[in-house]
């Protein structure tokens, strides 16, 4: 009955490490569209100017 525990401790954990490893993907894609928002309105800030 030990090892269901164990296991089911290991299944919890590999799904709490997917969820953090998703929101960071996304965290980081949210940041690179931001930045690459701000680049195309640098640019469209230069030629204009």
């Given at each position: ?27 980081r894609q949210?940041r690179l ?17």
């Open positions: 009955m030990a090892d269901l525990i164990y296991l089911m401790m290991a299944y919890g954990f590999f799904w709490l490490l997917s969820f953090v490893f998703i929101f960071s993907i996304f965290s949210r569209d931001e930045e690459l928002t701000m680049l195309k309105q640098l640019l469209d800030d230069r030629q204009q100017g």
